[in-house]
């Protein structure tokens, strides 16, 4: 069973679930790219890792907009967390590559400490597999 969301949402409809379909896999190109610039590694890495978690957020709210009409508009990012369990099918692993991801944003934005390559190649691939996530809903 899902936790039950009590965070603050905003209604959204199919085609604001493709906008931020578009959002997350803009961030994930770009955060791809990014990721392989060798000559300036350490810091590509983490402005790529934390182009990832912009692209799990909004491959989030894609993915609630399009199976459940509303997305999280919280202050916390991880209140969206209980939000995308609630989707189905796929949900709950879905949340699980949420929640690493927000786990990682705050040393990716804001940290004076670089991502390693290790923590960018898992966020990307979390990434990737919100991305497609969402994509599954709004497939036809």
Known sequence: MSPKFDGRTATCDRGQAQTRLAHAQKFLDVADLVATEDDIFPA????????????????????????????AR???????????????????????????????KDTAHYGVINVSSVELRSALRRARALVEFANGFLRT
Not at 47 to 62: M, N, Q
Not at 83 to 91: A, D, W
């Open 44 to 71: 590509s890495a983490s402005v790529a890792a934390a182009l990832a978690v912009l692209a799990g957020i909004a491959a989030a709210d894609a993915a609630c907009c399009a199976a459940l009409g509303r997305r």
């Open 74 to 104: 919280g202050q916390d990012h991880k209140q969206a967390v209980a939000l995308v369990q609630q989707v189905s099918p796929g949900g709950l692993e879905s949340a699980k590559y949420l929640d690493r991801l927000l786990d990682l």
